[in-house]
């Protein structure tokens, strides 16, 4: 079967399938800034997006991206 696997991305740890989709909590290295939450089958789910000043510049709640 498929097992979660932590690998290191940035800030912190982010789980990975072995397809390496991202899956679980953690953080990511953006770009513009990063990511920070919860990813459900290589999407933020409940994540908060910041800029390089740490600012909040976008939210994922359940899955769906707020306004």
């Given at each position: 079967g498929i097992r979660d696997q932590p690998r290191s991305r940035g800030l912190?740890?982010?789980?990975k399938r072995q397809d390496g989709t991202p899956n679980g909590q953690g953080s990511?290295?953006?770009?513009?800034?990063?990511?920070?939450?919860?990813?459900?089958d290589g999407k933020p789910w409940n994540a908060k997006g910041y800029?390089?000043?740490s600012n909040i510049i976008a939210k994922w709640v359940?899955?769906?991206?707020q306004q």
């Open positions: 912190g740890d982010v789980y990511e290295t953006l770009p513009n800034g990063h990511l920070i939450g919860e990813y459900k800029d390089e000043k359940n899955g769906v991206k």
